[in-house]
């Protein structure tokens, strides 16, 4: 594995940035382009920069989660917030909204939820390939 | 035609063509290395094209999409570099 410093101090800023800019795309997905996929993609390219620069055993070592685990909690997630609009409506997925205002976010309901069980699951998919390529490599 | 307006013209037509040089560098390129460089430099024409998009249109949308293409276009050059330094390894 060669390391390089330029590399590295960039990628130090660069992480920090892209994982902020994830959420936001998550945050504000339900009203305005972006969403809880595309937030999960960038937040996995964020973490692909980090193992190209410092390796893949470093990199699962700041992840501290299996990435398995993101994919089951993040299906878990997106079910459950199913189920609020058989509580309410009587009918799956419905979607639930709160009545107050979020200045940038706009209204808060299920489908945030929802797209928060989305961001999880291709985090932990595209994680999960991307450390089993670095593995393979590695051998 | 405000000088705004002239100015949004004017950059239209530098960044196409520098758009098509850049494609005669990416075709006619005779190294790897060439062709990568001039990716990464598409990826910031890219930037530079939806920031002006933008602009004329003024959908400001737009201007996150630059933001996302800026990130990621780091990430895939940086990707080829590590491709190029195990590919002169073997």
Avoid at chain 1, 5 to 32: C, D, Q
Avoid at chain 1, 72 to 98: C, D, H, N
Avoid at chain 2, 1 to 13: G, Q
């Amino acid at each position: 594995m060669i390391v390089s410093v330029i590399l590295k101090t960039a990628t130090r800023y660069l992480i920090p940035l892209m994982l902020v800019f994830s959420f936001f795309l998550l945050l504000r997905g339900h009203n305005e382009p972006g969403g809880g996929f595309v937030g999960g993609l960038v937040a996995a390219s964020a973490y692909a920069l980090f193992a190209i620069a410092n390796g893949v055993k470093p990199t699962q070592q700041m992840l501290r989660v299996k990435p398995l685990s993101l994919i089951v909690s993040g299906l878990l997630i997106a079910v459950l917030s199913g189920f609020a609009g058989i509580v309410y409506y009587g009918v799956f997925m419905k979607a639930f909204w709160f009545e107050t205002k979020f200045p940038v976010i706009g209204k808060i309901g299920t489908p945030l939820i929802f797209d928060m069980g989305v961001y999880l699951l291709v985090l932990g998919i595209s994680l999960k390939i991307i450390f089993s390529l670095f593995e393979e490599d590695e051998q | 035609m405000s000088f705004i307006d002239f100015a949004i013209c004017f950059s239209l037509v530098v960044i196409s063509v520098s758009l098509l040089l850049l494609f005669v560098r990416f075709i006619a390129g005779p190294t790897l290395e060439d062709r990568i460089i001039a990716i990464d430099l598409l990826a910031v024409v890219g930037v530079a094209f939806i920031a002006v998009y933008s602009m004329l249109s003024g959908v400001t949308v737009f201007l996150d999409v630059a933001i996302i293409l800026g990130l990621l276009s780091f990430l895939g050059t940086v990707a080829f570099a590590f491709y190029l330094e195990r590919r002169n390894k073997r």
